[in-house]
T-cell receptor
Framework: KAGVTQTPRYLIKTRGQQVTLSCSPI?????VSWYQQTPGQGLQFLFE???????NKGNFPGRFSGRQFSNSRSEMNVSTLELGDSALYLC?????????????FGPGTRLTVL | DAKTTQPNSMESNEEEPVHLPCNHS???????IHWYRQLPSQGPEYVIH???SNVNNRMASLAIAEDRKSSTLILHRATLRDAAVYYC??????????????FGQGTELSVKP
């Protein structure tokens, strides 16, 4: 099976702009989660979608939003970009194993805000 | 959410075993212990998980203390490709797949040739 894919891999934007990142999960995986990774804060959970519904949300401002489509592909959007939004954005899809699960991560989108 | 504590960094020699410790003294009875690792310039990847018993897979072994307050990830023969940040994460048991992973700072493992 193909792994989790994310597009674009690299992105440069300026403050105040908005950006949309895309994630295609592994075929058959219905849960998609998004994470932000920065040197200062490490890996932080943004939100999770399952069957087109947001099921969990991390502690991020409303400028960060997402959605999931019927084919499980997901997008996240950041509006009014700030310098601090520069980060690696990772997407993961989930495979259930009994009462727990395994998450498979994509390579990430490196966002730089100037 | 229960917290885990790991050493910030560890060093190993190539082809020697590596024992990566993790303390989780506030673990609840239904928490699974998961390990992920992140190689340089890549997303995290799943390594192994367990609940109570020791577990083995092709990548590593997981040894879980009898009281479950600590665990150890064992790489039997470290290679240069094992240099990565290793994260120990607790996951509550759930009927649902998905949900958030709470990453700590992890242990940065360096492997010397």
């Amino acid at each position: 099976k193909a792994g989790v894919t994310q597009t674009p891999r690299y992105l440069i934007k300026t403050r105040g702009q908005q950006v949309t990142l895309s994630c295609s999960p592994i075929s058959g995986h219905r849960s998609v989660s998004w994470y932000q990774q920065t040197p200062g804060q490490g890996l932080q959970f943004l939100f999770e979608y399952f069957s087109e519904t947001q099921r969990n949300k991390g502690n991020f401002p409303g400028r960060f939003s997402g959605r999931q489509f019927s084919n499980s592909r997901s997008e996240m959007n950041v509006s009014t970009l700030e310098l601090g939004d520069s980060a690696l954005y990772l997407c993961a899809s989930s495979f259930k194993r009994g009462y727990t699960d395994t998450q498979y991560f994509g390579p990430g989108t490196r966002l730089t805000v100037l | 959410d229960a917290k885990t504590t790991q050493p910030n960094s560890m060093e190993s020699n190539e082809e020697e075993p590596v024992h990566l410790p993790c303390n989780h003294s506030t673990i609840s009875g239904t928490d699974y212990i998961h390990w992920y690792r992140q190689l340089p310039s890549q997303g995290p990847e799943y390594v192994i998980h367990g609940l109570t018993s020791n577990v083995n897979n092709r990548m590593a072994s997981l040894a879980i203390a009898e009281d479950r307050k600590s665990s150890t990830l064992i790489l039997h023969r470290a290679t240069l490709r094992d240099a990565a940040v290793y994260y120990c994460i607790l996951r509550p048991a759930s009927y649902n797949q998905g949900g958030k992973l709470i990453f700590g700072q992890g242990t940065e493992l360096s492997v010397k040739p």
